[in-house]
């Protein structure tokens, strides 16, 4: 109940889970620049073979070592990345300080981990692959991110019935 | 140069520029990366229906739309302009065991046996597209993050839920492969 309150009250609470923590109000042109960072990061997804569903087969039987050193090396460089931020203190362009909301555990991290888990092996993507996938001409998948819009939706509109 | 870009990439270049990812958000503008965001900004922009959870201002959340209109984006560049003129190149203990199950192409990335528009209106497409993406979009939400919000950025920032998200992440889907999908293929 205390979360509805939250929700209703002010739009610059934190509301999500990828929050926009910039304090400043950007122009809707200046969006343009997370465009180009979300292409490049496309363009890797396919030149990588991470939308591929045999990688992520891979994967699941222990049979390539290519997704662990992908999903490995981006942690330890965004490890080391924040570790940097924090310690000097970097400003963000707009000058602000960076902010990074700690998360905050419940028992979804785990229930709904699973069930996330077992659409991860069946679909052979996570949701940023199923964009890249589609862009790379894999048109049935259009319907797999309509049913992952659909399952989000589901948790909305029912989250207070799931155990957390 | 361009020959160079279209061979496969290494895992440790896209790790490196996935890593990369992290700190670029949040320099470019306080932003905390994370991808399956951007399904509840479409439904809270979409189809909101009154609903508590979709209650929120979306578009201070647009930067995330653009991201994955970019990503889709960059599918295309990398699918119609760097693509891998060689044999694509799976495990041979992988295709060993999908041959088993039944797969028989394996010739690109997603086997058209499965990821067809042929197999939409299918037992296949119901599991494999339907069932699936539900499974991802309602997991993922539950989950409060997938792969780059917990596992990247999560565990980036020392974040222990974040572990233990991407624990379940990897248990979910070993069952999944292991236990569940051979009874699935069965029914083709």
């Keep these: 109940m205390i979360k509805t309150k939250i929700d209703n009250t002010s739009t610059e609470e934190f509301v999500c889970e990828a929050p926009n923590n910039q304090v400043k109000n950007e122009s809707f042109a200046s969006n343009f620049k997370y465009l180009i960072v979300g292409i490049i990061f496309g363009i890797v997804f396919v030149k990588a073979e991470i939308i591929s569903w045999f990688r992520i087969q891979e994967m699941f039987r222990l049979q390539s070592f290519h997704m662990y050193g992908v999903i490995g090396t981006a942690v330890v460089v965004g490890l080391i990345s924040v570790q940097l931020i924090k310690r000097f203190n970097i400003k963000t362009l707009a000058g602000e300080m960076v902010s990074i909301p700690d998360k905050t555990f419940d028992k979804g991290q785990i229930y709904g981990g699973l069930i996330f888990g077992l659409g991860w092996a069946i679909t052979g993507a996570c949701p940023g692959p199923l964009f890249a996938q589609i862009g790379s001409d894999f048109l049935a998948i259009i319907i797999t991110l309509a049913s992952a819009i659909a399952g989000t939706w589901l948790y909305g509109a029912f989250q207070n019935k799931f155990p957390k | ?188």
Excluded at chain 2, 71 to 85: E, R
Excluded at chain 2, 163 to 188: D, E, N, Q, R
């Design chain 2, 1 to 188: 140069m361009i020959e160079f870009i279209k061979q496969p990439w290494h895992w440790a270049v896209a790790g490196v520029m996935i890593g990369l990812t992290v700190p670029t958000l949040l320099l470019m503008g306080n932003k905390i990366f994370g991808i399956s965001s951007s399904l509840r900004h479409l439904c809270a922009a979409c189809f909101p229906a009154n609903i508590e959870y979709f209650r929120y201002n979306w578009k201070k959340e647009i930067w995330n739309l653009f991201f994955v209109v970019g990503v889709l984006l960059g599918g295309i560049i990398a699918s119609q302009y760097l693509s891998n003129p060689n044999e694509f190149i799976i495990d041979e203990n992988t295709v060993k065991d999908l041959k088993a199950l039944g797969v028989t192409d394996f010739s690109a990335m997603m086997p058209s046996d499965i990821f067809s528009v042929e197999n939409i209106f299918t037992i296949k497409g119901l599991i494999f597209f339907v069932i699936g993406g539900l499974m991802v979009g309602f997991g993922t939400r539950y989950a409060g993050g997938c792969t780059s919000g917990h596992a990247i950025m999560g565990l980036s920032n020392l974040q222990l839920p974040s572990l233990i998200a991407t624990i379940s992440f990897m248990v979910g889907g070993f069952a999944m492969t292991h236990i569940i999908m051979p009874y699935i293929f069965k029914l083709f």
